[in-house]
């Protein structure tokens, strides 16, 4: 088993920049495909971006292409998603969550797919 725990969230401006943190507890982190979620009020909970056990792949939603990067410090068992340009419908509570059942490469989007969730950090986002 392992747990979560996401630090980084908070208030920031429109085109501003955030970098949230995903700490695993155990010694198997590196065995974990690693994603990151997002739910807004009211809404379903959103696929933002995962990462394979090794690192070597990356999954993204189209709208966080090219803003969104996922990243993770094996030696640390920290995955990372930086935030750039951020907007207001970025707005969200987001959370980190492990895959214990994928293979080395593969990463899965739908959250039921996914093992273990953190408590989540808020993003706010201000116009």
């Known amino acids: 088993q392992v747990q979560l725990v996401e630090s980084g969230g908070g208030l920031v401006q429109v085109g501003g920049s955030l970098r949230l943190s995903c700490a695993a507890s155990?010694?198997?982190?590196?065995?974990?495909?690693m994603g990151w979620f997002r739910q807004a009020p009211g809404k379903e909970r959103l696929f933002v971006a995962g990462?394979?056990?090794?690192?070597?792949?990356?999954v993204y939603t189209d709208s966080m292409k090219g803003r969104f990067t996922i990243s993770r410090d094996n030696a640390k068992n920290t995955v990372y998603l930086q935030m750039n340009s951020l907007k207001p419908e970025d707005t969200a509570v987001y959370y980190c969550a492990a895959d214990r059942r994928s293979g080395s490469y593969s990463i899965k989007t739908d959250p039921p797919e996914y093992d273990y969730w953190g408590q989540g950090t808020q993003v706010t986002v201000s116009s």
């Open positions: 155990g010694r198997t982190f590196s065995s974990y495909a």
């Open positions: 990462i394979s056990r090794s690192g070597l792949s990356t």
